[in-house]
C-alpha cells in the first residue's frame, strides 16, 4: 500500500484560508469516499478533523471542510489561526480491509 | 470521558516480543472496532492492524503481517498488540484508535496518547 501524496508543507496568515491537498489512486481516494483528515500538534495525538470526505465531528470547528474531485481530497481551512498550527493528515480507506495515510503536511500560520 | 490509555512500550531488543495494551473507558468498547496505528519519529502515521468488535475479523498491513497479531479482551476494555521479530523499522509511537465506521461511515475517532517502541540492542 503506498502513501497518499500530500505537499510536505502549506503556509498562510491568520485570517487567511489554505487548501491541502491528498492524491491517491483509483484504490482509495477515488474508489471510496471514505477519506477522513486528522490533525497533530507536536508530542500530541492525532485528532479526527473530517471524516467521509466532508463530514466534521461534533466539536470540529466549521472552519474545517474536505472535499474530493476523482483521485484528489482536499482539506481546506478559512480564516486560519495561529492554534491551526500543526501537521494535517488525510487516510483513505483502501479496500479489502486496509487503510492508507498521506505524508502529512505541516501548516505554518 | 472517552479515553483510550495504551501501555507496554520500551526499549526492546531486535528480535523481541513485547505486547502492547490499551485500555478504553467512556464508551462501550466491545461494540466498536479497533486500529492499531504507528509514527515512526519525525515520520507519518501508518496503519497497522484492525480488529472486529467481535474479534471475528482482523487484519494488517503488509509491512507487519505475520510478525503483529491483533485481539482483544472485551471483559476487560483492553485491546492488544502482541510483536514479534521486531527490527529498527518498528521503532514507532504505536496508537490505538477507536474505529468510527458502520459501512456507510469511516473514521479514526478517537485515539490513544500512545506507547513508544524503540528497537535497539
Known amino acids: 500500500q503506498s502513501a497518499l501524496t500530500q505537499p510536505a508543507s502549506v503556509s498562510g496568515s491568520p485570517g487567511q484560508s489554505i487548501t491541502i491537498s491528498c492524491t491517491g489512486s483509483?484504490?482509495?481516494?477515488?474508489?471510496?469516499?471514505?477519506v477522513s483528515w486528522y490533525q497533530q500538534h507536536p508530542g500530541k495525538a492525532p485528532k479526527l478533523m473530517i471524516y467521509?470526505?466532508?463530514s466534521r465531528p461534533s466539536g470540529v470547528s466549521n472552519r474545517f471542510s474536505g472535499s474530493k474531485s476523482g483521485n484528489t481530497a482536499s482539506l481546506t481551512i478559512s480564516g486560519l489561526q495561529a492554534e491551526d498550527e500543526a501537521d494535517y493528515y488525510c487516510?483513505?480507506?483502501?479496500?479489502?480491509?486496509?487503510?492508507?495515510f498521506g505524508g502529512g503536511t505541516k501548516l505554518t500560520v | 470521558q472517552v479515553q483510550l490509555v495504551e501501555s507496554g512500550g520500551g526499549v526492546v531488543h531486535p528480535g523481541g516480543s513485547p505486547r502492547l495494551s490499551c485500555v478504553a473507558s467512556?464508551?462501550?468498547?466491545?461494540?466498536?472496532?479497533m486500529h492499531w496505528v504507528r509514527q515512526a519519529p519525525g515520520k507519518g502515521l501508518e496503519w497497522v492492524a484492525f480488529?472486529?468488535?467481535?474479534?471475528?475479523?482482523?487484519h494488517y498491513a503488509d509491512s507487519v503481517k505475520d510478525r503483529f497479531t491483533i485481539s482483544r479482551d472485551n471483559s476487560k476494555n483492553t485491546l492488544f498488540l502482541q510483536m514479534k521479530s521486531l527490527r529498527g523499522d518498528d521503532t514507532a509511537m504505536y496508537y490505538c484508535?477507536?474505529?468510527?465506521?458502520?459501512?456507510?461511515?469511516?473514521?479514526?475517532?478517537?485515539w490513544g496518547q500512545g506507547t513508544m517502541v524503540t528497537i535497539s540492542s
Open positions: 467512556g464508551f462501550s468498547f466491545s461494540n466498536y472496532d
Open positions: 487516510c483513505s480507506y483502501a479496500g479489502d480491509s486496509t487503510w492508507v
Open positions: 483509483s484504490s482509495d481516494v477515488g474508489g471510496y469516499n471514505y
Open positions: 467521509d470526505v466532508n
Open positions: 484508535a477507536k474505529y468510527h465506521g458502520s459501512g456507510s461511515s469511516d473514521a479514526f475517532d478517537i
Open positions: 480488529i472486529r468488535s467481535d474479534e471475528s475479523y482482523k
